[in-house]
């Protein structure tokens, strides 16, 4: 009694053994926004596998990111090398080989957006070192959104499986693998042939499993003891009410020898109802407890609707091997094989299977200076995109994608301008051509920039060359233009004015000349009488007698100078009061200069100047237009306005042009019109 029970002791610490191996193959992975470690299985110690580092959706964008990947069993294998996507631009990483590496990477050419999903980051190459499994665990670093803000993205772990041979039977503490095959093997551990049945719940032989995993289990069947009774001999072949204490004459246990004969094997599925299939025998369906003699089994699982399981398990004559309900499946029915041409990879590769309904993926990945250039699906091409998914597999299917190498971009620039005076504000912008990540401009005073077509102030004078280097998959280019800005010392802006006459019996008609320095390119005139004027060298008539400041502002750029003369206009009471006509000339060049008298009398606007005169003062008797670009114009007033009336003198212009195209001579001028005089309200009112 106390071996039985302390085989039943041994074979508890099994049980749990048992429940932690199945508890491992069947956790499921939680979905959502993360970056996630694709499983990787690498067949043998010694060869490789690749897991992709995977960002399952990118809700908020990414314009950098950082991860630390970690093998948390570094025994069980090593990363040896790391290849980023086309898109990861000024990437690095830590040292390889290694059982632990950070990844950094930047979308330096915006080419993903927010909301894009299964976004490949990274691609790690693992070398197995021994038999066994380990999570991969990711951990997120930092992660910005385009604007470059952070923002939480959580880390999902991934499994490393190194497959090899079977550990001897009682070994604990290696997970179990998770690749998908069809025909598991359990074993179980030899035993006494002397001990009795069991028939209690907990007392269960180890079992593992060292090729392959129960490939259905998922986490919604987390294991759990199956309690059926075991059907047993039937008592004409072995008296169970006493068994303990029966012994032959020889003093034999001949109990102990019939029941080793026979174990037990209690079996149970999800969903229930399943055939049971021993060896290729009905058998009855689960859940159900098989009477079997000592031996390994071939044990198949099925319902009507293709759902099955099938595995080798091994009974031991007088042990009961009850196992958690394996979950059903569709089995591999389908082959996806994927492959790529030189210089890049897919991932998974090779001839991949798939159960009927399931989806699939495939990741393309350029190796660096390349870039996936066409995708074919079942011999027919198509534009390149990656990955390749297929909702719902059907049928086989063929995958090949092809890579081409990117041609180094090529730079150019311009500006929108290239000299002016000191501070000088350019705006530069980018021309250049090709696949481009990065940019840096040099503006030739020790300044530099990335943006794209940025604006620089120069804010000392001298020439300055200019360079634009731009990279991208393809490489490098620079364009350099010497000494191509200017910036000029500028002169110093200085507001001045004259006037051709400052006093005078109102209505008094002045000149006003600009003479302000520094290239001024704005004027604003104010004449003290409550009159203004934007022109550059203005007539302004002063109707009422006074004493009137005039003052000037001009400006250029971002600078402004005024300049006041106070007391420049003395305008006279009228010596002959009140008898005032009004000569209206009308000339068709605007800004023609009118004498009367050899005496300036203003600037023909819009085509007409009205010029009031005394009319019982001494008479003008001539007129003289100037204007530039054509002949001046003079003749006689033979016309006078009498009180408030006006009279219109038509002025005709000859242009230098046609004056030597055969038009009049050089000194001959077009008749003087002059139209009848004719009543006006007074313009003084």
Known sequence: ?????????????????????????????????????????????????????????????????????????????????????????????????????????????????PGDREVVF???TIRGDKPGSCDVRVKVIGVKDEGGVLYPLPGRNGTLVVMGPAEPAGTQGTPLPTPYTTSPTLIIPTASPKTPPVNQPGLLPTVVIPTATLAAV???????????????????????????????????????????????????????????????????????CLNLEDGTYQIVLSTGDGFTWQGDISVIAGQTLSLPPFVLEKPLKYVINAGVGPHGSVFPSGSVKFREGEAAEFHFTADPGYRLDKVQVDGVWQDPSSPIRFEAVTADHVVFGTFTEVPPPVADFSANVTDGFAPLAIGFNDLSTGDISARLWHFGDGSSSSDPSPEHFYGQPGNYTVSLDV??????????????????????????????????????????????????????????????STDPSPAHLFAVPGIYNVHLTVSKERYTVSSEKEGLVNVTPAVIGGSVGYFIVRCPVDGARIFLDGQFQGVAENGTL????????????????????????????????????????????????????????????????INGSHSITSLLT
Not at 273 to 287: D, H, Q
Request: glycine share 10%; net charge negative.
């Open 1 to 113: 009694m106390q071996s039985v029970w302390r085989d039943a002791s041994r074979w508890g610490v099994y049980t749990g053994a048992i429940l932690l191996i199945l508890a491992l193959a069947i956790c499921g992975q939680a979905t959502g926004s993360d970056v996630r470690a694709v499983p990787c299985t690498i067949k043998a110690p010694g060869e490789t596998g690749e897991s992709a580092i995977i960002l399952d959706e990118v809700s908020q964008g990414v314009s950098e990111l950082e991860v630390q990947v970690t093998l948390m069993d570094p025994a069980i294998g090593e990363i040896t090398a790391v290849r980023f996507p086309s898109w990861a631009g000024l990437n690095s990483k830590s040292g390889v080989p290694s059982d632990s590496v950070t990844l950094k990477a930047a979308d330096t050419g915006k080419k993903i957006d």
């Open 122 to 124: 990274a691609t790690l």
């Open 218 to 288: 998922t986490s919604t069947t987390v294991p759990q003891e199956i309690t059926f009774v075991p059907t047993y001999p039937t008592s004409s072949e072995v008296d169970v009410t006493d068994t303990a204490d029966k012994e032959d004459e020889s003093g034999s246990d001949t109990t102990a020898e019939t029941m080793v004969m026979q174990g037990a094997l209690c079996l149970d599925s999800n969903p229930r109802g399943a055939l049971i299939m021993v060896n290729g025998r009905e058998s009855g369906i689960t859940p159900a």
């Open 471 to 532: 990279c991208g998959e393809g490489g490098c280019n620079i364009s350099r233009r010497v000494g191509f800005v200017t910036v000029l010392e500028r002169e110093p802006l200085v507001a001045d004015f004259a006037a051709n006459t400052t006093c005078g019996p109102a209505p008094l008609m002045v000149q006003f000349q600009d003479l302000s320095t520094g290239g001024p390119d704005s004027w604003a005139w104010d004449f003290g009488d409550g009159s203004i």
């Open 610 to 673: 009205i010029i009031p005169v005394y009319v019982t003062a001494t008479p003008f008797q001539t007129i003289y237009v100037k204007a530039d670009g054509f002949l001046p114009y003079s003749a006689s007033l033979a016309t006078y306005p009498d009180e408030d009336e006006s009279v219109t003198i038509e002025i005709s212009m000859l242009s230098i042009r046609e004056a030597g195209s055969g038009g009049p001579g050089r000194f001959q001028v077009p008749d003087l019109h």
